[in-house]
């Protein structure tokens, strides 16, 4: 049966240790990322009035 959330890109089966691994880079690039480039995608959320995430329009503490 094939995989609602694979949004049709075959990946192979990995260890728990590696899907972890695999998980903390990715998410350590997105860091890296989105850092780099938050002007441009800010500009261009402003210029296409796309609605920003409510994590990164709510300054407020969550407590």
């Given at each position: 049966?094939k995989n609602?959330?694979?949004?049709?890109?075959?990946?192979?089966?990995?260890?728990?240790?590696?899907?972890?691994?695999i998980?903390?880079?990715?998410?350590?690039?997105?860091?890296?990322?989105?850092?780099?480039?938050?002007?441009?995608?800010?500009?261009?959320?402003?210029?296409?009035?796309?609605?920003?995430?409510?994590s990164?329009?709510?300054?407020?503490?969550?407590f």
């Amino acid at each position: 049966m094939k995989n609602l959330h694979d949004h049709g890109i075959p990946l192979p089966p990995l260890s728990d240790e590696a899907a972890f691994e695999i998980l903390d880079f990715l998410g350590a690039m997105y860091q890296i990322f989105e850092t780099r480039y938050a002007d441009q995608i800010g500009r261009y959320y402003q210029t296409s009035n796309i609605v920003q995430s409510p994590s990164k329009t709510n300054n407020d503490e969550p407590f």
